[in-house]
Structures are given as C-alpha cells and as structure tokens.
C-alpha cells in the first residue's frame, strides 16, 4: 500500500474518504486518456503518481466547479 495511504492525512486534506476516491478516479482516467503527471513518473503507477500529486498538492478538488459541499475537516483551499 502507498504510505501516503497508511495515514488519515490525505482523507482529512480532501475531506473524506468518498472525495479521495472520487478525485483518485478522475485523475486516474486523465492520465489514462494522455494528461500528464504532474509530479515525476519514477516507474511508478498511475495510481502512485495521482497519490503523490495530491500529498503535494498538485491536484485537489475544485470545491466551487464540482458542488460538492466542503467538509469542516478539509483544508481550506484545498
């Protein structure tokens, strides 16, 4: 399992675990349909690199465009 997964920062940072699953599942089909990374590859997955986009803030909801109502335990901004 990544180890960004082994802890509830990334949930709390998108606000819940169905938004993570959500915005892991979009941008997995982007990078499958050619987008590309926005961190380095290193070999890894697609899976991996979304992971890694979203602990560093690369990618992350667009709470205003999506409609989707903003947890009190996500970060602002995020």
């Known amino acids: 399992m990544n180890e960004a997964l082994k802890s509830d920062d990334i949930v709390s ?3 819940g ?12 089909v982007e ?10 590859r290193d070999g890894r997955s ?3 690199v979304v992971i890694e986009e979203i602990a560093t803030d690369k990618i992350t909801i667009d709470w205003e465009r999506s409609g989707i109502v903003r ?8």
């Open 46 to 48: 697609d899976f991996e």
């Open 17 to 28: 675990r169905f938004k993570l699953t959500a915005l892991i599942q979009r941008r997995v």
């Open 13 to 15: 940072k998108i606000g």
């Open 31 to 40: 990078l499958l349909n050619g987008a590309r990374p926005l961190v380095e």
């Open 71 to 78: 947890s009190p335990g996500s970060k602002k901004g995020s």
